[in-house]
């Protein structure tokens, strides 16, 4: 039986259509697997988080601020708990931080180069280093700014500090986790510029809006007044431009390596 005008285009166009839903459906099922061991990791350090919770919680409570308080009170049968899973919640933020950032690398492997992957893969042990950067900005900068301020406002107004337990370490872990995770925001600008994701060319198209997104969440965990506002978003922005200035020697490379890769394909062709 002849075949009918059309029918070898339409296999092919099926056989492409079934590739294509083989590959997303690859796609899919790694990015799961990646995701999934990220939330291991996370549960396991949340489990290790419980043992070393309360070591934090004794000094936490004894530092000057807690000890300008005079004394912590509960009020719920469930404080007690919720203090423990904060605790344990930043403990294993530092484990999964940098996995993420590796889970990541791992995921689009296969679509780099050779030194792309390497060149990638570099920014992954400083994940670490940059979380632990914010958070000693957050804890011993911003919040005690925050809490001097705060403080300030209630003795002015002739009320008496009587504070819960989770309403404390709640302000202090609102500071400290954002301001911290937005530390790693030029490794997240260099790491997607290695994988040519972003350019240095839209980092600057984006820059008023990441400003404004700044000055909101510097608005956002710090008292309301000005100077703190500012002393929050001034170092953000700077890691933002931080981020681009270091994203332009990344894409300056690239740029490099493919004309040398040109070069050396044409002439490859020429002695063809």
């Not at 990541?104 to 042990?125: D, G, S, T």
């Not at 931080?242 to 300056?252: A, E, Q």
Request: hydrophobic content about 55%.
């Amino acid at each position: 039986m002849a075949s009918r005008p059309g029918d070898g285009a339409s296999r092919q166009h099926k056989l492409l259509s079934e590739e294509g839903l083989m590959s997303l459906i690859e796609h899919l099922g790694e990015l799961r697997k990646r995701i999934f061991i990220v939330l291991l990791v996370l549960i396991a350090g949340l489990a290790l988080g419980l043992f070393f919770a309360k070591p934090m919680y004794e000094y936490l409570t004894n530092t000057e601020q807690a000890r300008e308080i005079g004394g912590f009170h509960t009020f719920s049968l469930w404080d007690g708990i919720g203090i423990y899973m904060k605790f344990a919640f930043i403990i294993a933020l530092i484990f999964v931080v940098p996995l993420a950032f590796y889970q990541l690398w791992a995921f689009v492997k296969p679509a780099l180069r050779p030194h792309e992957q390497k060149a990638a893969l570099r920014y992954v042990p400083y994940a670490l280093l940059m979380l632990l950067l914010g958070i000693s900005f957050s804890y011993f900068i911003v919040f005690p700014m925050a809490f001097s301020f705060t403080s300030e406002i209630s003795r002015s107004l002739g009320l008496e500090e009587t504070y819960g337990i989770v309403q404390y370490l709640t302000f202090l872990v609102n500071i400290v986790v954002p301001i911290s995770l937005l530390f790693e925001m030029p490794l997240l600008l260099m790491f997607l510029t290695a994988i040519r994701i972003l350019t240095p060319a839209g980092l600057r198209k984006m820059r008023r809006v990441a400003y404004f997104v700044m000055v909101c969440i510097g608005v956002t965990v710090t008292p309301p007044d000005v100077v703190s506002d500012i002393l929050v978003a001034i170092p953000l922005i700077l890691l933002y431009e931080f981020g681009i200035i270091m994203c332009v020697r990344i894409h300056r490379k690239q740029l490099q390596r493919d004309a040398e890769f040109e070069r050396q394909y044409e002439a490859a062709a020429l002695s063809d």
